[in-house]
C-alpha cells in the first residue's frame, strides 16, 4: 500500500481509483464492510483501489480539550488498513483551514482534479465539508453530474452489536473487552515506546514494561489479561501476560499509565516497541494496604490471566 500526504502531483497510476472514503477510527467492522465494497466496485471495473482519510481525527481539533478517544492512532491505523490489501492510502492533514472547505468544493478539488476518482463507497452516516454540509445524497448528486459513481454502505451489525466506533469506545470503557473485539474484529490493542518507570515492580517479583499512552483511548481503569507482542526482525513475537492501566492508587500514582509483566520472558525491553492487545478484562483498579496485599492480589491476578489466555 501506497501512502500519500498529499492530493495534488499524483503519479498517474495513483488516480482513478475506487475509494473509500472516512475517518476509519478503529478500522472496525463496518468499516471494513465499507472498504469490501470498495473493493468489489474496484474488480468490477479493472481499477485500483484505496482509501481517502484525515489526520488528525476532526474530533481532536474542533474539541482538542476532550480526554484521549483515539481506537487506532495514525501508526495503528496504517497497520490496520495496510493488511486489507489496499493500493493506495491518502491522508490529508485536517486542520481548521482545512475544514473550511466547502463540501462540493471538495469534491471538485480533491475527489475530482486531485484523484480522478472511478468511484466513491462511503458509510450511511458519512458526512463531510464546511459544517458538515457534505451528504451521502449530494455527494451522490454530485458525483453522478461528475461523472463518479458513488456506492452507499449500510449499517453493519450482528447479534445486536452495532459495528461502529463509538460502540467500540463505550464497551472499552465499561471494560468489555470482548464486546470491542467483536466489533473490531480483534482484540483491541495499545502500543507504543517502553519507558523507564520506577522500576517497583521487580521489587515485589512482577517486572513491567511501562507504555505510554499517547491519545489512545483509556479504557476501563484495571487489570487486563494480554498478549503483548515485540518486534523481532520482520515479525512480531507474541508473549502472554498481565497488565495494570491506570493510575495506581496504592503507591499514590498520578499519572495514568499502561504497566504490563510478560509470562516467562526476562528480556530488556526498554526502548522498545510493544504492542498490547487487550484480552480480557480481570477486575478494576483497586487501592491495597500496603506492598504486600498487592503483590498477593498481582499473583492471583497473573494466575487468573495464565488460565484466560490459555482457554
Known amino acids: 500500500m501506497r ?103 471538495f469534491v471538485d478539488a480533491v475527489l475530482v482534479r486531485g484523484l480522478g476518482v472511478r468511484a466513491v463507497v462511503v458509510g450511511y452516516d458519512f458526512v463531510f465539508g464546511q459544517g458538515r454540509e457534505g451528504t451521502v445524497d449530494r455527494l451522490s448528486r454530485w458525483g453522478e453530474a461528475r461523472g463518479f459513481a458513488v456506492r452507499v454502505v449500510s449499517p453493519a451489525g450482528d447479534d445486536g452489536l452495532v459495528f461502529s466506533s ?17 466489533i473490531l474484529g480483534r482484540d483491541w490493542e495499545i502500543e507504543g515506546r517502553v519507558e523507564h518507570g520506577d522500576k517497583r515492580g521487580r521489587t515485589i517479583g512482577f517486572p513491567t514494561a511501562n507504555v505510554h499512552l499517547a491519545d489512545h483511548l483509556r479504557p476501563a481503569f484495571g487489570v487486563y489479561a494480554v498478549r503483548a507482542g515485540i518486534d523481532e526482525g520482520a515479525g512480531t513475537v507474541w508473549h502472554a501476560g498481565v497488565a495494570n492501566l491506570g493510575r495506581r492508587p496504592t503507591v ?17 525491553l526498554y526502548g522498545r516497541h510493544l504492542r498490547v492487545r487487550m484480552v480480557d478484562f480481570i477486575r478494576p483498579e483497586m487501592k491495597f494496604d500496603g506492598l504486600d496485599a498487592l503483590k498477593a492480589r498481582i499473583a492471583e491476578d497473573a494466575a487468573r490471566a495464565r488460565v484466560v489466555l490459555a482457554g
Open 166 to 182: 463509538t460502540a467500540a469506545r463505550d464497551a472499552l470503557k465499561a471494560g468489555d473487552t470482548r464486546r470491542a473485539a467483536a
Open 252 to 268: 499514590g500514582g498520578l499519572v495514568e499509565r499502561l504497566e504490563v509483566h510478560l509470562f516467562d520472558y526476562a528480556g530488556d
Open 3 to 105: 501512502l500519500f500526504r498529499h492530493w495534488t502531483d499524483l503519479p498517474a497510476d495513483a488516480r482513478g481509483a475506487v475509494v473509500a472514503l472516512g475517518n476509519f477510527d478503529g478500522v472496525h467492522r463496518g468499516h471494513r464492510a465499507v472498504i469490501g465494497v470498495a473493493r468489489q466496485v474496484a474488480a468490477d471495473l479493472g481499477a485500483p483501489v484505496g482509501v481517502l482519510t484525515f489526520e488528525p481525527h476532526p474530533r481532536s481539533v474542533f474539541r482538542p480539550d476532550d480526554p484521549p478517544f483515539r481506537l487506532t492512532p495514525f501508526r495503528l491505523k496504517m497497520r490496520e488498513l495496510q493488511a486489507l490489501g489496499l493500493d493506495s492510502c491518502v491522508v490529508l492533514a485536517f486542520d481548521r483551514a482545512f475544514s473550511t472547505i466547502g463540501a462540493e468544493a
